[in-house]
């Protein structure tokens, strides 16, 4: 489960419409533009990005590693359990 530190992380990506590149616990990686915190059909919580044209929903259970892909002063990586 995500601790409240690292939520507050996708918070502010997704407030400052931040590109990151998202590291699944699948292994598959994934960049895009962070928009906003939303559940989808399953009632899983998800962060919504936007990736070329198309809006995706990854459910937060999903991801093993959020970083930046330009400089800004809140994170670089994040880790998460």
Do not use: W
Request: net charge negative; hydrophobic share 40%; proline share 4%.
């Amino acid at each position: 489960m995500m601790s409240c530190e690292q939520h507050d992380y996708i918070e502010i990506a997704c407030l400052y419409r931040y590109s990151v590149t998202l590291t699944l616990v699948s292994g598959e990686q994934i960049t895009g533009q962070a928009l906003d915190t939303a559940r989808n059909n399953d009632k899983a919580e998800c962060l919504k990005m936007r990736i070329g044209d198309e809006v995706r929903l990854l459910p937060l259970a999903s991801l093993a590693r959020m970083t930046a892909t330009s400089p800004n002063p809140h994170f670089v990586q994040v880790d998460f359990d």
